[in-house]
């Protein structure tokens, strides 16, 4: 199971919301590229970044930030937020990402998604699933949909998507634990998906608890930030292969 730190930036710094809460903010890193050189030191291959302020205004707005950090580390990054026409998906990766999250217009333009699928191949588009009560949100989390997680994502798996992001808004940055069930079920009702689980890490058991169900990846944000995990423990976990 891959480790994915979580670089949420908002005006170019890296911070967390609560819940999804633009309301409930806090900033951990004046630069995100300290944070990133931490995390690369600490053996960790994989970045999770992504752009809320992209999120609110339907295109990528922290790009400088994502060609400091590929530019200046070897992480594989992934990129979400705003992601709305091709050209954006080609901007991001031309920026140095080596995949991109399709969050809300996943939701809302299907069609439109599967011919970005098609086009750039399935190593190189993640769904972003943002999930409450068993249905996606959108919009940065600030609106639900009334369609079903499960059937979501089934359809994408039926035209050639390999990967998703699943975040459970009900514990994203609440530091609350995970919702091992949760994942469990969308692993045995969506077989044919790499799942990377997203929302409530809080500690070591955690992630302990999320390999055992043979998740492909899982993202840790806050709990990093505030200490619940540290840092020199996962790069004991990563040097022993156990992740």
């Known amino acids: 199971m891959k480790i994915i730190p979580a670089i949420d930036l908002i005006g170019g710094k890296c ?136 059937e979501f994502l089934n359809f994408y798996a039926q035209n050639g998507a390999r990967y998703a992001i699943c975040t459970d808004i009900s514990r994203d940055g609440s530091l609350q634990g995970v919702n091992v069930d949760f994942y469990r079920h969308l692993q045995e009702a969506c077989p044919d998906i790499c799942f990377i689980a997203s929302g409530g890490v809080a500690s070591l058991s955690d992630l302990q608890q999320l390999q055992a169900t043979g998740l492909y990846g899982v993202i840790v944000g806050k709990a990093i930030y505030e200490g619940y995990i540290q840092l020199s423990d996962l790069a004991k976990l990563i040097k022993n292969d156990a992740y």
């Open 15 to 150: 911070v967390r919301l609560r819940f999804g809460d633009y309301n409930q903010k806090t900033e951990y890193y004046e630069d995100p590229l300290e944070a990133a050189k931490q995390f690369e030191a600490a053996g960790i291959k994989h970045l999770h970044l992504v752009d809320l302020d992209g999120a609110k205004q339907g295109k990528p707005a922290n790009m400088e930030v994502l060609k400091r950090i590929a530019t200046h580390t070897s992480l594989k990054i992934d990129f979400g937020g705003g992601i709305r026409k091709k050209e954006d998906i080609e901007q991001v990766l031309n920026a140095g990402a080596a995949q991109v999250t399709v969050g809300s217009l996943a939701v809302k333009e299907p069609a439109t998604v599967v011919e970005y699928l098609r086009y750039f191949g399935p190593e190189k588009l993640i769904i972003g699933a943002d999930i409450k009560d068993g249905n996606i949100a959108v919009n940065a989390w600030q609106e639900v949909s009334n369609r079903p997680a499960v």
